[in-house]
């Protein structure tokens, strides 16, 4: 144990401190800066607030993890900073692990250790767009894009399990229906979608939104849709929403060997910037 390095919860004593570190690497840490800025802040969604924890060096941070709502790593950390944070990520007793890919191996190696077992365990590749690389959709591209509105939710609660199924993942509808439409709900103000003579075709969320950065997240074409340029149309529509709002980037993550997905991603400017690993324990 490095006794030179003190680690303790991240408070909103701490907010301007942790975005400074985080913003070191803006696109690569921005989740995390995302649940920074919200240290101490109640937004009223009746969500539990994210926990964030801190290691640092005398005064001045040297790492962040968080905890909740699923568990992260800042970009970059040293095997030493991460030595010392390894006891407080044991003990999320479940739950989702997203980081860098040298950095998750670790991580999930002591929960291991710890008695965790994995019902997903894949890598991810991480795309960026930056606003002088966006390459224009074509207007003829059909479906209309718009935000989600309420009377949506039901195609949302769907395409939400659907993307689920097609993952064999489990299905969190199958023992509280009400409680996963209620998440589905929570998420709607999130929710871009692409409707085509009427129904939604495509639908996919704005998780983060921020000048740093747009994380985009839920991605899902209805299978009898595909093929046919509705994501296209839908992505070209949040790429110019986020722009148009001043973000500094666009980026989402592909299942590394979805080839249709990253070749539209390319298409569209998309470049590669990390590598990611995605564990879900239990």
Known sequence: MDDSICTRFLHDRDRAESLEFLRAFQSENLVLIDFAAKLGCLDGSGEAQPLLY??????????????RPYVAVSWGMSDRVLDRLLPELTRVPSGLLKSERRLVEPVWKALQEAGREASIDRVEVAFRLRPEHMVAASPELPGMARPARREDLDELVYAARASLWEEDRPDPADGDATGFRRWVESRLSRAR???????TVFVAYADVRRSDGWLI??????????????ARRGMDAIVREAFATGASHIQLAVVDGNQRASALYRELGFEVFAELR???FY
């Open 278 to 280: 995605t564990v879900l």
């Open 217 to 230: 997240q839920g991605v899902y074409t209805w299978p009898e849709a595909r093929r046919r340029g509705f």
């Open 54 to 67: 801190g290691a640092f060096d005398e005064d001045r941070l040297i790492g962040v993890v968080l905890l």
């Open 193 to 199: 979608i692409v409707s085509d003579e009427g129904r």
